[in-house]
């Protein structure tokens, strides 16, 4: 047997030959241009490849009101995924159990099928998940989820059936809460696609990406609002507005109030409006734009009045109104807080107010042929008749503008369109007129939704229009007694461009110069979402348990009233601690603002003493009540019923930790898994069994021998 | 549903190692405790290794990333094969010393098969160092859900693929090291054995089998190669085991 290896034979050398060779060619057929993405070096990476988290995405989050729930509430645990355009196709939405991906341009259908009686699609969706294009591209014309005549409860006449928002779906006051719904950022949103691509490419079968979705709210059992107070498994949307007056008021004479019954203007804007996703509250249009021109011709008039160097016969009380998309909450508690005839916003109490002027939705003022923009003053009934002065100081200041804007009073429409004007219609007295961009039907075609962002803004049309206004506020403030001065134009364009930025966009963000000189704020996008209020504050001018933009606010009307040349110069007032502490303003009329100067180090204080009769105002009903019980536990509660209240009381639910959560991941069918766990089991036993036979026949042959 | 996919594959890449490593190794305390040990050994000569191309990745440039999944491998490789043959003396010298201490408490000496079945335990253990290091850790993963890499294999599950690479991988390391036993022994023992050409080539034998193994598990990177791979470290399991049985059988007969 020696020779039986001297050498491999020639035919196990030719085998072996042949072998490398057709594995060489083998894989030269195979090899394919290959991917940079290697495989995973570590579970670590191994997971991330599998189940993908969506950190980025904005969920819908249970709301309660005075008449049902709203928003989204739910679990849904390795739901397969589906594209909505094709479960409408199939059986037109009846099927197994599924959360469907939705592309924004179906998104109105979607959620009006979500919503209606009986809708097939209802029983069986779990929950969805809304994918962006790149940029704003793929939206749909329209998607409001607001009623066709929003707050059309608050309206001071009896048209309830006039269509303001003709697109709108009416979704935002709804019964039934919705299964969980998320919109995915744009970059998550590319991702995402190739998922529900793979799923549509096999047909909807296994295995197929199903997602985890965990929108567990602990007021779910609860019908509206009174239910959940009462169970404490919410807790009111609060909220605050801030209101500043111009001019201020001159530190020595605020003790002596020599001026207290002067005529007070009130001018308004609404500040954030309401949004299915919650953490997308923006509302561009609707309310940023009108707010960004006030506050700009806030701080053009407050400079305009200090060169004029005489005060004017009226007072102007600026008032940025807040959580106004939730039934216009902020503005009816103004009104109702007014109504105490010793209560005063911003130094002026109700007897004081003669007019208001609300400066609504200005950001999508289109230019006509001959290149101006159309801007229209809804009127209450007489208002105009009565208040010629103040018709004819809007009609100058459009004359100013060198044929830039034209004003137009709107034909048809059958009073003031929805805004916070609707709140003061109790008082008759009070005459007022809402400045918008519109004439007969709303410009914005996603009033109340996510799309109203920074893609439907239009930055000239807001400086046109604040430039508008601070025209004619100057000469309504010194009612035709006008020494023809004009209005700063470049600083007015720097700060609708510089707010603009601020609120609109995540790069510079709250963290651009204009809000971190007056505010401190950690944030990149601005939220305005007017958040939760979970209990009564003693003092409520104090800045802690105010969000950063309502801060931002009132630091800069505080900073802004006394119309500086340089803003630099607010630097060198007098410091202060800011919010509080051992320094404070020595003189009555002044006020201790964030100020963030330039000069670092710990010795200059964080705080100026400015001049400013600025202030926070509260934004909820005043139904609602807050007792601290025995056990030192505070309750809120709601001072009525149903029936007899026309606020709205929004509410929050709470929710557990790490929720809203939504993953998505790839799945084997049932039949695979277990086919999988018998064919390894069976495998391991025959070996097993196997080896056990190989070991006793080793056994018996060694006997053997 | 996901225990029951992660159960699945871990029998499917351990179970028939786990049949092996019970019948032959538990069954002798002292095979064991060579078995473990050169786990350990050898999953300190992997992770030695991994840090050093971890240490290395810096230099990864765009278009050399495709050699630079390999060459890791390749060093595995290299390095185990190297390392080969002073595991044998060290074992040598252990089951000789062993003997001797047999020998002097009057208890019998060592059977073949049983010196075969030590050398099983080293190659076992350098078995499931592979298993731990490149299965085990990551099976837990496929109690999540599961994945399909999408360029190179969208025909079968990651998980699956690993798991049928690991148990033909473990067959042939285990084998391959008895074969060791018996090629190296008998390119130093006596006129009755081949030349010292043929013992030469023989030495190659383990070697080749388990760059067999890598070369296989080289198709996964090709498109669709996995279905082919799975196929052939089946096939590969299957020779293993025949070889192994033409061994055992020859050895118990006596015959070289």
Same mark, same amino acid.
């Given at each position: 047997m020696a020779q039986r290896v001297s050498g491999c034979p020639s035919g196990v050398r030719a085998a072996m030959t042949a072998m490398v060779a057709s594995y060489l060619v083998l894989l030269s057929h195979l090899a394919a241009a290959s991917s940079a993405e290697g495989l995973p070096s570590s579970p670590n990476a191994l997971e991330k490849l599998i189940v993908t988290e969506f950190p980025g995405a904005s969920a819908c989050v249970l709301l309660l009101h005075t008449k049902g729930q709203s928003g989204c509430r739910g679990t849904a645990e390795k739901v397969p995924l589906m594209y909505y355009s094709d479960r409408v196709r199939? &059986? @037109?939405?009846?099927? @197994? /159990?599924v959360v469907l991906v939705v592309e924004e341009e179906n998104l109105p259908e979607f959620l009006a099928n979500l919503a209606s009686n009986g809708s097939s699609l209802a029983k069986s969706v779990k929950g969805g998940l809304i994918v962006r294009g790149k940029?704003?591209? !793929?939206? $749909?014309s329209s998607f409001s989820p607001a009623d066709v005549f929003p707050h059309k409860n608050f309206a001071?006449?009896? /048209? @309830?059936?006039? =269509? +303001? &928002? $003709?697109? @709108?779906?009416?979704?935002?006051?709804?019964g039934r809460a919705w299964p969980p719904l998320y919109v995915l950022t744009e970059e998550e949103s590319e991702a995402f696609r190739e998922m529900a691509e793979w799923n549509r490419a096999k047909g909807y079968r296994y295995p197929q990406y199903v997602a985890d979705l965990t929108t567990e709210m602990l007021a779910a059992d609860q019908a509206n609002t009174f239910e959940c107070l009462d169970k404490s498994t919410c807790l009111p949307i609060g909220g605050y507005s801030v209101a500043s007056s111009l001019p201020p008021p001159t530190p020595a004479s605020a003790s002596g109030a020599a001026a207290v019954d002067d005529e007070c203007v009130l001018v308004l804007a609404q500040v954030g409006d309401s949004n299915v996703f919650h953490g997308l509250n923006k509302g561009a249009e609707s309310s940023i734009s009108g707010m960004v021109a006030a506050a700009a011709a806030y701080e053009a008039v407050a400079r305009s009045f200090k060169d004029r160097g005489v005060a004017p016969s009226r007072r102007l009380a600026f008032a940025l109104v !807040?959580? =106004?998309?939730? !039934?216009l909450s902020g503005s009816r508690r103004l009104v109702h807080d007014l109504g105490n005839a010793s209560h005063a916003i911003a130094g002026c109490r109700l007897s004081q107010v003669s007019f208001v002027v609300e400066v609504g939705p200005v950001g999508l003022a289109a230019p006509n042929k001959g290149g101006a923009r159309e801007y229209y003053l809804h009127w209450t009934p007489g208002a105009r008749e009565a208040n010629q002065s103040i018709y004819s100081a809007f009609e100058e200041a459009a004359d100013d503008s060198e044929g830039r804007a034209v004003l137009r009073t709107p034909v048809g429409t059958p009073g003031i369109p929805p805004s916070s004007l609707m709140s003061f219609s109790n008082h008759s007295n009070i005459r007022g007129l809402v400045f918008a961009d519109f004439e007969r039907r709303v410009k914005n075609p996603y009033l109340s939704s996510y799309m109203d962002d920074g893609e439907n803004y239009d930055v000239s049309s807001v400086y046109i229009a604040a430039e508008l206004v601070a025209g004619a506020l100057v000469k309504v403030a010194f009612d035709g007694d006008d020494a023809g001065q004009r209005i700063d134009r470049e600083l007015l364009n720097s700060t609708v461009v510089g707010l603009s930025d601020c609120l609109l966009t995540s790069k510079p963000g709250m963290q651009c110069d204009l809000v971190q000189r007056v505010a401190d704020s950690y944030l990149t996008r601005a939220s305005l979402y007017p958040g939760i209020v979970s209990y009564e504050a003693a003092d409520d001018q104090n800045p802690n348990d105010k969000t950063d933009l309502v801060r931002f606010l009132w630091g800069y009307l505080a900073t802004r009233a006394a119309g500086l040349a340089d803003l630099s110069d607010v630097g060198g007032a007098p410091p202060c601690d800011y919010p509080s502490g051992k320094l404070k303003c020595p003189l009555a009329g002044q006020v201790c603002a964030r100020w963030r100067s330039q000069e670092s180090g710990s010795k200059s204080k964080n705080g100026r003493c400015v001049a400013a009769n600025v202030q926070y105002a509260p934004? +909820?009903?005043?139904h609602l009540t807050y007792t601290v019980g025995k056990d030192g536990y505070g309750k809120w509660g709601v001072n009525g019923t149903a029936g007899a209240i026309l606020d709205e009381i929004w509410t929050e639910s709470y929710w557990p930790p790490y929720t809203p959560t939504a993953l998505v991941y790839m799945k084997e069918g049932f039949a695979y898994e277990l086919g999988l766990f018998l064919a390894g089991s069976a495998l391991t036993v025959c070996w097993f069994y196997a080896m056990g036979r190989a070991s006793r026949h080793i056994a018996k042959e060694l006997k053997q021998t | 549903m996901g225990f029951l996919a992660c159960a699945g594959y871990t029998l499917v890449g351990a179970g028939p190692p786990a049949a092996i490593f019970y019948e032959f190794i538990v069954s002798s305390p002292f095979v064991l405790l060579v078995s473990l040990a050169s786990a350990f050994f050898w999953v300190t000569v992997l992770l030695a290794n991994s840090v050093v191309w971890r240490s290395l990745s810096w230099m990864t440039h765009q278009g050399q990333t495709e050699a630079l999944r390999v060459l890791p491998l390749i060093s595995f490789f290299a390095t185990e094969e190297l390392l080969r043959p002073m595991v044998f003396r060290q074992t040598k010298r252990a089951t000789a010393a062993l003997e001797r201490r047999a020998v002097a408490l009057r208890h019998p000496r060592l059977t073949k098969l049983e010196r075969v079945r030590i050398f099983l335990g080293i190659g076992a253990g350098q078995g499931v160092a592979h298993s731990c290091l490149f299965f085990l850790n990551t099976v837990v993963t496929s109690y999540r859900g599961t994945y399909y890499n999408q360029d190179t294999c969208p025909q079968m599950p990651y998980f699956l693929v690993a798991a049928i690479s690991t148990c033909a991988m473990f067959m042939v390391l285990s084998f391959a090291m008895v074969l060791t036993s018996v090629v190296f022994e008998s390119a130093q023992a006596g006129p009755t054995m081949s030349t010292s050409r043929g013992g030469d080539l023989r030495k190659l034998l383990p070697c080749a089998l388990h760059a067999a193994a890598v070369l296989i598990s080289f198709l996964n990177m090709a498109k669709g190669g996995c279905l082919v791979s799975s196929v052939l470290n089946a096939l590969l399991v299957g020779a293993v085991v025949w070889m192994a049985a033409r061994l055992v059988r020859d050895l118990a007969r006596g015959v070289q």
């Amino acid at each position: 047997m020696a020779q039986r290896v001297s050498g491999c034979p020639s035919g196990v050398r030719a085998a072996m030959t042949a072998m490398v060779a057709s594995y060489l060619v083998l894989l030269s057929h195979l090899a394919a241009a290959s991917s940079a993405e290697g495989l995973p070096s570590s579970p670590n990476a191994l997971e991330k490849l599998i189940v993908t988290e969506f950190p980025g995405a904005s969920a819908c989050v249970l709301l309660l009101h005075t008449k049902g729930q709203s928003g989204c509430r739910g679990t849904a645990e390795k739901v397969p995924l589906m594209y909505y355009s094709d479960r409408v196709r199939q &059986n @037109g939405g009846a099927g @197994g /159990d599924v959360v469907l991906v939705v592309e924004e341009e179906n998104l109105p259908e979607f959620l009006a099928n979500l919503a209606s009686n009986g809708s097939s699609l209802a029983k069986s969706v779990k929950g969805g998940l809304i994918v962006r294009g790149k940029g704003g591209k !793929g939206r $749909p014309s329209s998607f409001s989820p607001a009623d066709v005549f929003p707050h059309k409860n608050f309206a001071p006449y009896t /048209d @309830g059936g006039y =269509e +303001w &928002n $003709p697109s @709108g779906l009416g979704l935002l006051r709804t019964g039934r809460a919705w299964p969980p719904l998320y919109v995915l950022t744009e970059e998550e949103s590319e991702a995402f696609r190739e998922m529900a691509e793979w799923n549509r490419a096999k047909g909807y079968r296994y295995p197929q990406y199903v997602a985890d979705l965990t929108t567990e709210m602990l007021a779910a059992d609860q019908a509206n609002t009174f239910e959940c107070l009462d169970k404490s498994t919410c807790l009111p949307i609060g909220g605050y507005s801030v209101a500043s007056s111009l001019p201020p008021p001159t530190p020595a004479s605020a003790s002596g109030a020599a001026a207290v019954d002067d005529e007070c203007v009130l001018v308004l804007a609404q500040v954030g409006d309401s949004n299915v996703f919650h953490g997308l509250n923006k509302g561009a249009e609707s309310s940023i734009s009108g707010m960004v021109a006030a506050a700009a011709a806030y701080e053009a008039v407050a400079r305009s009045f200090k060169d004029r160097g005489v005060a004017p016969s009226r007072r102007l009380a600026f008032a940025l109104v !807040g959580s =106004e998309g939730y !039934g216009l909450s902020g503005s009816r508690r103004l009104v109702h807080d007014l109504g105490n005839a010793s209560h005063a916003i911003a130094g002026c109490r109700l007897s004081q107010v003669s007019f208001v002027v609300e400066v609504g939705p200005v950001g999508l003022a289109a230019p006509n042929k001959g290149g101006a923009r159309e801007y229209y003053l809804h009127w209450t009934p007489g208002a105009r008749e009565a208040n010629q002065s103040i018709y004819s100081a809007f009609e100058e200041a459009a004359d100013d503008s060198e044929g830039r804007a034209v004003l137009r009073t709107p034909v048809g429409t059958p009073g003031i369109p929805p805004s916070s004007l609707m709140s003061f219609s109790n008082h008759s007295n009070i005459r007022g007129l809402v400045f918008a961009d519109f004439e007969r039907r709303v410009k914005n075609p996603y009033l109340s939704s996510y799309m109203d962002d920074g893609e439907n803004y239009d930055v000239s049309s807001v400086y046109i229009a604040a430039e508008l206004v601070a025209g004619a506020l100057v000469k309504v403030a010194f009612d035709g007694d006008d020494a023809g001065q004009r209005i700063d134009r470049e600083l007015l364009n720097s700060t609708v461009v510089g707010l603009s930025d601020c609120l609109l966009t995540s790069k510079p963000g709250m963290q651009c110069d204009l809000v971190q000189r007056v505010a401190d704020s950690y944030l990149t996008r601005a939220s305005l979402y007017p958040g939760i209020v979970s209990y009564e504050a003693a003092d409520d001018q104090n800045p802690n348990d105010k969000t950063d933009l309502v801060r931002f606010l009132w630091g800069y009307l505080a900073t802004r009233a006394a119309g500086l040349a340089d803003l630099s110069d607010v630097g060198g007032a007098p410091p202060c601690d800011y919010p509080s502490g051992k320094l404070k303003c020595p003189l009555a009329g002044q006020v201790c603002a964030r100020w963030r100067s330039q000069e670092s180090g710990s010795k200059s204080k964080n705080g100026r003493c400015v001049a400013a009769n600025v202030q926070y105002a509260p934004a +909820w009903s005043h139904h609602l009540t807050y007792t601290v019980g025995k056990d030192g536990y505070g309750k809120w509660g709601v001072n009525g019923t149903a029936g007899a209240i026309l606020d709205e009381i929004w509410t929050e639910s709470y929710w557990p930790p790490y929720t809203p959560t939504a993953l998505v991941y790839m799945k084997e069918g049932f039949a695979y898994e277990l086919g999988l766990f018998l064919a390894g089991s069976a495998l391991t036993v025959c070996w097993f069994y196997a080896m056990g036979r190989a070991s006793r026949h080793i056994a018996k042959e060694l006997k053997q021998t | 549903m996901g225990f029951l996919a992660c159960a699945g594959y871990t029998l499917v890449g351990a179970g028939p190692p786990a049949a092996i490593f019970y019948e032959f190794i538990v069954s002798s305390p002292f095979v064991l405790l060579v078995s473990l040990a050169s786990a350990f050994f050898w999953v300190t000569v992997l992770l030695a290794n991994s840090v050093v191309w971890r240490s290395l990745s810096w230099m990864t440039h765009q278009g050399q990333t495709e050699a630079l999944r390999v060459l890791p491998l390749i060093s595995f490789f290299a390095t185990e094969e190297l390392l080969r043959p002073m595991v044998f003396r060290q074992t040598k010298r252990a089951t000789a010393a062993l003997e001797r201490r047999a020998v002097a408490l009057r208890h019998p000496r060592l059977t073949k098969l049983e010196r075969v079945r030590i050398f099983l335990g080293i190659g076992a253990g350098q078995g499931v160092a592979h298993s731990c290091l490149f299965f085990l850790n990551t099976v837990v993963t496929s109690y999540r859900g599961t994945y399909y890499n999408q360029d190179t294999c969208p025909q079968m599950p990651y998980f699956l693929v690993a798991a049928i690479s690991t148990c033909a991988m473990f067959m042939v390391l285990s084998f391959a090291m008895v074969l060791t036993s018996v090629v190296f022994e008998s390119a130093q023992a006596g006129p009755t054995m081949s030349t010292s050409r043929g013992g030469d080539l023989r030495k190659l034998l383990p070697c080749a089998l388990h760059a067999a193994a890598v070369l296989i598990s080289f198709l996964n990177m090709a498109k669709g190669g996995c279905l082919v791979s799975s196929v052939l470290n089946a096939l590969l399991v299957g020779a293993v085991v025949w070889m192994a049985a033409r061994l055992v059988r020859d050895l118990a007969r006596g015959v070289q």
